[in-house]
C-alpha cells in the first residue's frame, strides 16, 4: 500500500517520515507531537513485548501503535502510556505540584533575585507607600468577614509570627511606643492647661 512504502522509504529519519507523511495527510486523522495512533495499517511485527515503563511482558493490542518503532508499537504500554501522560499534564499545569517538582530552582532564583534587588525593592515601596496603606486599609473594609475568618482559622501561626517579629525588632518597636505614649501624655496636657 502506498502509505506503508512510503514510510518504508522513509527508515528511520523523523524528517523525511514527516515529509511523507505531509503527503498523505487528508487520507488519515493524524496528530502530531505523539506518535500518530490512528494510523490503523502499522505493520507489528511482534505479538509480544516487554513494556519499557512496567516491565512486563503484555500483548501487542496493549500497546498504542507508534510507526516510528521498529515493531510498530510504542515502547509502554497503554497503562504505562496513560499514567506518563497524567504525570506529564499535572507536571506542566498544575502550579503547586510544578512547585514541589522545582522547589530548589525556585528557591535559589528567588533568593538570588532578592539580593540583587534589594535597592530597587526598598525605592518601590518607598514611593508608593501612601498607595498600599490606602489600598490595604480599603481591602481591609471591605473583606472584614473573610478576615474574621481568616484571622480564626489561623490564630496560633499568627500569634507565632508577631511573636517572631517582635523578638526581631524589639529595640525599634519598644522606643516607637514609648515615644507614642510621650507624644499622647503631652497632648492631655496640652488638653488640660
Ligand atoms: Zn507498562
Known amino acids: 500500500m502506498y502509505y506503508q512504502n512510503t514510510i518504508q522509504e522513509s527508515g528511520n529519519d523523523i524528517s523525511n517520515l514527516k515529509l511523507s507523511l505531509n503527503k498523505i495527510q487528508g487520507l488519515f486523522e493524524i496528530t502530531w507531537g505523539r506518535c500518530p495512533r490512528n494510523i490503523k495499517d502499522v505493520t507489528m511485527t511482534v505479538k509480544t513485548k516487554i513494556c519499557s515503563g512496567c516491565h512486563k511482558r503484555k500483548g501487542s493490542t496493549q500497546f498504542y501503535k507508534c510507526f516510528s518503532n521498529k515493531s510498530g508499537l510504542q515502547a509502554v504500554c497503554k497503562a504505562c502510556s496513560k499514567i506518563n501522560q497524567k504525570k506529564y499534564y499535572q507536571s506542566h499545569t498544575d502550579r503547586a505540584a510544578y512547585r514541589k517538582i522545582h522547589k530548589e530552582e525556585i528557591k535559589a532564583y528567588q533568593d538570588l533575585y532578592y539580593q540583587t534587588h534589594r ?75
Not at 490595604?136 to 472584614?144: I, L
Open 119 to 193: 535597592k530597587q525593592r526598598k525605592a518601590y515601596l518607598k514611593a508608593n507607600r501612601k498607595k498600599f496603606l490606602e489600598y490595604g486599609s480599603q481591602y481591609r473594609k471591605t473583606h472584614k468577614k473573610e478576615l474574621k475568618v481568616y484571622k480564626e482559622a489561623n490564630k496560633e501561626d499568627i500569634a507565632n509570627k508577631q511573636r517572631r517579629y517582635y523578638q526581631k525588632n524589639k529595640n525599634k518597636i519598644d522606643a516607637y511606643q514609648k515615644a507614642y505614649r510621650k507624644r499622647k501624655k503631652n497632648e492631655r496636657n496640652n488638653e488640660s492647661t
